[in-house]
């Protein structure tokens, strides 16, 4: 089958071949035919280094597909059910499982630094998947909790942007800062998690929802899906004049993953207000605050690690929302390509420019 390989961190190309094989299925696994996968920035973090994972890597962890094959244990799933790849699989009997924050289990994402499903090559040589996923492959074998069934008409490249865009996005609006109705809110970064954000904060009931993005051209779609304004950086401080009478607003979102821009989220942010952390950051990118403004602000640090959702409910969930219009996910792919323009699309998001571009495969 077809998929694209990093041989090496830090390298700005990816090997894209046809001579690539599949580990058999475990007794617990399932094996899945990729029908769409979105390129995410958290792709170029993996291929970068910010986010540390095995070489040969094969990227890609937001993806939706066909379970083809299923392991002997394998009884939720059946080959012919549509299923949206979930990269922090919850294994159910973990602490983090069991005291309902299986967003956080580690088991499966542990595991995929060391099990690879990938083989390709003459010799047979061992491939890993980004998050234990690889979606920039045709087919992939994952642990059957990995795979989220939803229905059938759910249209593929919808199914892939809910396996982490919008579920990341959304679900940190629903369940990390629970936004209430009348509120306001301002989201920093409008790439593909940050209209999420947005699209939540709509759906939410927020009266006032704050675009921010350098980029002028990412200002139309912001309010599009939701923003009532949108700015840049330079122009916050007039925003926060304006729009809250110099107060801030009552939630922060952080979409970049930088500690220069939590910092921002923090001082838009009012006394009392939530500071949410949604963006991927570096390990070595550290972030400061002092000890009193952290008291007496009275502000909430909060992170959001995968919008804390518990995917058996909230891929369903927000597929749901799309059928009913409430989520307008069309107008978040900025492109639709094929496996074999993955290079050029990685260029493009690091140009700053592409949104969500989305692989379709046969």
């Known amino acids: 089958m077809r998929a694209a390989i990093l041989h090496a961190v830090g390298s700005d190309k990816l090997d894209i071949r046809d ?28 291929m970068s280094g910010v986010l540390p994972m095995p070489v040969p ?18 009884t939720a799933l059946a080959p012919g059910d549509h299923v949206v790849i979930s990269w922090t699989p919850a294994c159910g009997a973990c602490d983090s499982c069991t005291r309902g924050q299986p967003y956080l289990c580690k088991r499966y994402l542990m595991e995929s630094f060391t099990k690879g499903n990938f083989r390709f090559g003459g010799d047979g040589a061992t491939a890993f998947g980004m998050a234990g996923c690889g979606t920039w492959a045709e087919e992939i074998v994952v642990p059957a909790h990995a795979g989220i069934k939803i229905d059938d008409d759910v249209p593929w490249e919808v199914a892939a942007l ?7 996005g959304v ?17 920093i970064g409008c790439g593909g998690v940050g209209l999420s954000v ?20 990412k200002h139309e779609l912001a309010r599009k899906v939701g923003a009532t304004h949108a700015v840049t950086p330079d122009q916050v401080p007039g925003a926060i004049a304006e729009l809250t009478g110099g107060a801030g607003f009552d939630y922060g979102f ?10 921002s989220a923090w001082q838009i942010t009012r006394s009392g207000g939530d500071v949410i952390v949604v963006g991927a950051g570096a390990m070595d990118d550290m972030v400061s605050f002092s000890a009193f403004s952290l008291l007496f602000e009275g502000k909430n640090l909060l992170s959001s690690l995968y919008g804390e959702s518990d995917v058996r409910h909230d891929f369903p969930y927000f597929a749901k929302l799309y059928k009913a219009g409430l989520l307008d996910l069309e107008s978040m792919i900025s492109a639709r390509i094929r496996l074999g323009d993955l290079n050029d699309a990685v260029a493009a998001l690091r140009g700053g420019e592409a949104l969500r571009q989305i692989v379709l495969i046969d």
């Open 171 to 187: 679900g940190a609006v629903f369940n990390t800062a629970k936004v209430r109705p009348g509120s306001t809110v301002a989201v």
């Open 19 to 46: 001579d690539v094989t599949l580990a058999p299925v475990g007794p617990a696994d399932i094996r899945v035919r990729i029908r769409a996968t979105g390129v995410c920035h958290s792709d170029l973090s993996a």
């Open 57 to 74: 890597l094969i990227p890609g962890h937001e993806g939706a597909g066909e379970v083809v094959e299923v392991g002997e244990h394998v």
């Open 254 to 263: 952080e979409v970049v993953g930088k500690a220069a821009t939590i910092q």
């Open 198 to 217: 947005i699209q939540g904060a709509r759906i939410s009931g927020a009266r006032t929802i704050l675009a921010v993005d350098p980029l002028e051209s």
């Open 162 to 168: 809910i396996g982490c865009g919008i579920t990341t």
